[in-house]
């Protein structure tokens, strides 16, 4: 019947952190994500996804994927251009950073000589001035690495804020009406949005398209790549793996969205390649930049793919 039916739903969101008794205290996690599912930001999203749904008249799953591609286009890609931006300001200062550092390591070396100075102390006063120097270069151009984070501050609260309003409209958190529109509100083989995605398509494509953007990058690189770098590219397709399960057993109007806000990511960032739109978007051109860039990333992408085929 219905009630098993909830319960089922219930028992499979998120593997069991729907809210038990007593867990409304903030003590634990269940009481601190029930207190994220019902906090302001989430219910603007609710709000928001019923406001498009109503404006344009579409079903559910199309209301999510077209919510997603939405706030993706209006609040991500305006801060991914402006990313784009610092990036290519802070690579262009690398050649003026070299020769600047250049020059105070030699009046270092002269100043030491001059007053006997031990190489620690001369380590430390170039690390010094050299962090002065940086800093007066960053605030000329305007471009400190940190500003290039907050597209992150801004797209991950997001995520999770509409993740958690899909979660409420699927689990019946904003009202019987609004679960019963989610559980046939869905198309093709995920017809049920309240439901988990038994056929593990939504998960497995958001693992294969997430892994596509972490390879696209990884590839590009043309400096050679540090072990910090190397780290974070493993610990990016680890996530991208993780995420497979993780989306097998949640409802399916969250894998859907999460599907779709990759998509247009992935879209966003290749159309942030095009030398054109870098132009439209005031970009500064660096060196490294191609005329080629697609010709670029399919030959970077074929030639680390086969030599690996080769290895083995």
Known sequence: ?????????????????????????????????????????????????????????????????GGAAVLRTAVTLPLAAHQGRLLAKLENLQPEIKELAQRLRYEVSVRGKQLGWSEKVARFHFAKNMRRIVSELYVRDNCHPFKATVLLWVQVPMWVCVSL??????????GPAVQEQFSSGGALWFTDLTAPDSTWILPVSLGLVNLLVVEIF???????????????????????????????????????????????????????????FRRLCCIPRTKSDSDTPYRDMVAALATRYSFRKQQH
Not at 247 to 274: E, F, K
Request: proline letters at 7%.
């Open 1 to 65: 019947g219905p009630t098993s039916k909830q319960q089922q739903i219930e028992e499979s969101n998120l593997g069991g952190w729907d809210s038990g008794p007593g867990s409304g205290a903030l003590g634990g996690p269940e009481g601190w994500y029930e207190w994220a599912a019902q906090s302001a930001p989430v219910h603007w999203a609710e709000g928001g996804l019923a406001a498009l749904q109503e404006a344009t008249g579409l079903p559910c799953w199309a209301a999510i994927a």
């Open 165 to 174: 309003a899909l979660r409420n409209c699927s689990v019946g958190a904003c």
């Open 218 to 276: 990884a590839s590009q690189r043309k400096m050679p790549v540090s072990r910090f770098q190397r780290i974070v590219t493993h610990f990016f397709r680890a996530v991208s793996v993780v995420m497979i399960p993780i989306a097998a057993t949640v409802p399916s109007s969250m894998a859907l969205y999460w599907l779709s806000s990759s998509l247009v990511g992935l879209c966003h960032n290749l159309l942030l390649r095009s030398p054109a």
